[in-house]
């Protein structure tokens, strides 16, 4: 039942991005126009017949940048005893150290969203289950499970610590505050719909497995096909605090309250609307198809990114670009777009993940393109596609700055070395056979 429910988003997300034009026609007796790109290609081979796959989500650091948490979502062949977990990795060598799961073994849902406090003590994962589970890692303990109203896409401590954002499915923004030194007890202090979604049809009936879900498993079911009845469904997919804490910046699926599209800068603590930062629904020259109709694609924004001073925010998204913003006065100040791909095809030029490098001198992002792109902040320079053997789900830079990581569709971890971008390691979950061993303090 569980397997089916995970099932029925990622055909959702498959059906609306494979939808895209087919590719061009070379002449004949011409040759493809040389890149002077360095294409990077992965060194991994495919995963053989029988083997365990899945996929990366997520990855984030430990503020001190000696762990990597990964989200996954692992399986046999044809789907059978899936496991969903949070992988805490040693970020120098990539060896699994520790698997982070609730107390009924795997996650209900793929856990999408992970976050360290700024003292690296506390770990927020969120995820399709509408859970928000809160760790303390230094006790390896799970100290609180937040049960919300539809799927977690996105969440963010504050750089204080004494905060947690949440976004939903729902277009919704969910501002938590912890009591005292730890997050055993948080109160919800504000709630702020950000996003709206357009209803086309009525919620189809619930499909039959052949087996009596649970009431639990019957509403969790509603809710996922509860996206089906919007024409541009209302998905939070990023917040990202000020470093400084002076704003929030949430960005996603849908359109924006009192705007058509954008990204939302709210003051914080105080939520007031600063500005809306809209840019990625402009200037595109492509298609996807809707039905029987060619249109343009949704001004989705999948993924946010602040630099370490505060001062430059980075957006990627549907568009095939990442943007990039100055936060000092509230504009644009660059567009960096997907280069064209082998195939054509143009939906391989969707970004799901953006990450900036903490001196500010790069900006990476992948997506369905099969690659992470980088690209030099001051030049808007291109300068390499690190290629992967799948859609790239989760892109993160190091603390020092030293290491790129990462990860997606095609079941592996990869870190390379920023400057020289040779292949440090790469990595792939375990399947747990037995039971899972418990979590392990990180020191």
């Known amino acids: 039942m569980r397997r089916d429910i995970i099932g029925i988003s990622v055909l959702f997300a498959v059906a609306v991005t494979f939808a895209a034009a087919p590719p061009p026609q070379q002449p004949q007796g011409k040759a493809p126009p040389p890149s002077n790109i360095p294409p990077i290609a992965p060194s991994t081979p495919a995963l053989?017949?029988?083997m365990p796959v899945g996929e990366f989500f997520a990855v984030v650091f430990s503020p001190d940048g000696r762990y990597i948490a990964a989200s996954a979502r692992w399986s046999a062949q044809f789907g059978a005893h899936e496991q969903r977990s949070v992988d805490i990795l040693d970020a120098a060598t990539g060896k699994v150290v520790a698997y982070y799961l609730p107390p009924r073994r795997f996650y209900e849902g793929i856990p999408k969203a992970l976050s360290f406090s700024p003292d690296g003590r506390f770990l927020a994962v969120g995820g399709m289950d509408?859970?928000?589970y809160l760790w303390d890692v230094r006790q390896a303990k799970l100290q609180r499970t937040l049960v919300l109203t539809n799927g977690v896409e996105a969440v963010a401590f504050s750089p204080d610590g004494n905060w947690l954002a949440v976004g939903l499915w729902d277009g919704r923004v969910y501002l938590y505050q912890r009591q005292g030194r730890d997050w055993q007890r948080p109160q919800m202090r504000r709630m702020i719909r950000v996003l709206t979604g357009d209803f086309v049809k009525p919620l189809p009936p619930l499909p039959d497995f052949g087996v009596t879900p649970t009431e639990r498993e019957r509403r969790r079911l509603e809710q996922l096909l509860m996206m089906f009845r919007f024409k541009n469904p209302p998905f939070v997919k990023a917040v990202v605090f000020d470093p400084k804490g002076r704003w929030l910046a949430v960005g996603g699926l849908g359109e924006v309250v009192n705007g058509k599209e954008g990204i939302v800068?709210?003051?914080?603590?105080?939520t007031q609307r600063l500005a809306l930062l809209q840019g990625h629904a402009h200037d595109v020259t492509w298609k996807v198809r809707v039905g029987n109709q060619w249109q343009p694609p949704r001004p989705w924004v999948n993924s946010l990114a602040v630099s370490r001073d505060g001062r430059l925010l980075a957006s990627a998204g549907w568009d095939g670009t990442v943007r990039l913003w100055d936060m000092t006065a509230l504009r644009q100040l660059r567009k960096?777009?997907?280069p064209k791909t082998p195939t054509g095809r143009v939906a391989t030029r969707i970004y799901?993940?953006?990450?900036?490098s903490p001196d500010r001198r790069w900006v990476a992002a992948g997506g369905f393109g099969h690659r992470v792109d980088?690209?030099?902040?001051?030049?808007?320079?291109l300068v390499v596609s690190l290629r992967t053997n799948g859609i790239v789900e989760a892109v993160a830079f190091s603390p020092d700055g030293k290491r790129l990581v990462a990860g997606g569709w095609d079941g592996r971890l990869r870190t390379w070395q920023v400057g020289s971008w040779r292949l440090l390691w790469q990595q792939t979950h375990r399947f747990i056979e037995r039971q899972p061993p418990p979590p392990v303090p990180l020191r």
Do not use: D
């Open 374 to 381: 980088v690209w030099e902040v001051a030049t808007g320079r």
């Open 352 to 356: 799901n993940r953006v990450s900036i």
């Open 336 to 338: 960096l777009e997907s």
């Open 265 to 270: 800068v709210l003051a914080f603590p105080t």
């Open 48 to 50: 053989e017949s029988g």
């Open 130 to 132: 509408s859970r928000v």
